[in-house]
């Protein structure tokens, strides 16, 4: 029996299907994963962990029912990238670019693991990229990340506005605004922006701020955290006031 904590590889989806967990199941959380993907062991194994800890999940084995069953508005979305159909990042580029799903977190898991696939990943809209075989513990422990940070626990109606000069942030409502004209950002650009424009003027690192657009202890490229801002850069325009650090990171113009 494969323990919840062991890596999944094709040899052990193939071989232990589905993977077992340790643990008695969990009582529903509410939160809804949708898993694209068309490798049926590893589909097997992914929802009995999953469900195993509390999740509603929901599968697609193809790029085209996966972007129909993204209009439900999962709380997170594990993607694959080589589908058949429509592949994983032309997925992507949908999701990003539709008004209903943009803010909906992605996860990528794929088998295709050079450097500039994980960079092309990201600068398509992902928020994590995690790589073929993969430890379902990390896996889950991403999710969780990226669902704390999706997460808003304030009241109902309330506010909270960061602003700094004419750049604007409404955590609440989850908008961006500079110049009163809203950004169209993903919800990683979203978190790096909130995070900058927090402490004008504070030089973070690369690794500082993949912790707080991800979450702690997030695996992740330094050309990963680059592309991020280069794509929030281009989106600033005009208001472009994110300083490079020589040799640590960025920081905001005070």
């Known amino acids: 029996m494969i323990m919840v904590s062991e890596v999944i590889s094709m040899k052990d989806v193939k071989k232990h299907s589905p993977l077992k967990a340790s643990v008695e199941p969990k009582m529903k959380n509410g939160i809804k994963v949708l898993v694209i993907e068309d490798e049926k062991a590893l589909v097997d194994a992914l929802v009995y962990n999953l469900d195993r800890e509390g999740y509603d999940v929901t599968v697609a084995h193809d790029g085209q029912d996966g972007l129909r069953k993204a209009q439900a508005i999962?709380?997170?979305?594990?993607?694959?990238?080589?589908?058949?159909?429509?592949?994983?990042?032309?997925?992507?580029?949908?999701?990003?670019?539709?008004?209903?799903?943009?803010?909906?977190?992605?996860?990528?898991?794929?088998?295709?693991?050079?450097?500039?696939?994980?960079?092309?990943?990201?600068?398509?809209?992902?928020?994590?990229?995690?790589?073929?075989?993969?430890?379902?513990?990390?896996?889950?422990?991403?999710?969780?990340?990226?669902?704390?940070?999706?997460?808003?626990?304030?009241?109902?109606?309330?506010?909270?506005?960061?602003?700094?000069?004419?750049?604007?942030?409404?955590?609440?409502?989850?908008?961006?605004?500079?110049?009163?004209?809203?950004?169209?950002?993903?919800?990683?650009?979203?978190?790096?922006?909130?995070?900058?424009?927090r402490s004008p003027g504070r030089a973070f690192s690369r690794q500082h701020l993949m912790d707080s657009a991800i979450g702690d202890g997030a695996i992740v490229l330094e050309r990963t955290i680059d592309v991020h801002i280069k794509t929030l850069r281009k989106k600033l325009g005009s208001m472009d006031m994110i300083e490079t650090v020589r040799g640590l990171g960025y920081r905001f113009k005070e």
Request: with cysteine; net charge negative; charged share 30%.
């Open 74 to 197: 999962p709380d997170i979305i594990l993607l694959d990238i080589m589908l058949p159909g429509i592949n994983g990042i032309d997925i992507l580029r949908e999701l990003r670019g539709n008004e209903k799903t943009k803010a909906i977190p992605v996860i990528v898991v794929s088998a295709k693991s050079e450097e500039t696939d994980q960079v092309v990943g990201f600068s398509m809209g992902a928020d994590d990229y995690v790589t073929k075989p993969f430890s379902v513990k990390i896996l889950l422990q991403r999710i969780k990340a990226l669902q704390r940070r999706a997460d808003v626990s304030v009241e109902e109606g309330a506010s909270e506005l960061i602003q700094h000069k004419q750049v604007k942030v409404d955590i609440v409502r989850h908008r961006a605004f500079v110049l009163d004209e809203e950004l169209d950002l993903t919800p990683t650009e979203f978190r790096l922006l909130e995070c900058l424009l």
